[in-house]
Nanobody
């Protein structure tokens, strides 16, 4: 069994900052990619940022410079530091984990999501 749990969401005034955290636990041999995606009401889910095991980062073009993803490989965690937040950043932010289990099968798991609300 694998669990993916996000924390750190909340409400913040435009221009403020928030930090999201994601922890994966359970029958995980190794995590290849951890990432953050978001979905605003009425919109499709979209990429925010991903980070591979070797440290390669990928960001949505519109978020570069404001959002930073980091990982602790040993702890199976990923963080998303968000600054200069805008009302249009309001969404549910979900953590995605792409990992191998001990049978070396590959899986994708999602967390339940963390609400981020930015008010003007």
């Amino acid at each position: 069994q694998v669990r993916v749990v996000e924390s750190g969401g909340g409400s913040v005034q435009a221009g403020g900052s928030l930090r999201l955290s994601c922890v994966a636990s359970g029958s995980i041999f190794g995590i290849n990619v951890m990432g953050w995606y978001r979905q605003a009401p009425g919109n499709e889910r979209e990429l925010v940022a991903t980070m591979t095991r070797d440290g390669s980062r990928n960001y949505a073009d519109s978020l570069k410079g404001r959002f930073t993803i980091s990982r602790d490989i040993a702890e199976n965690t990923a963080n998303l530091q968000m600054k200069s937040l805008k009302p249009e950043d309001t969404a549910v932010y979900c953590c995605n984990v792409h990992f191998a289990d001990y049978g070396l099968g590959l899986f994708d798991y999602w967390g339940q999501g963390a609400q981020v609300t930015v008010y003007s």
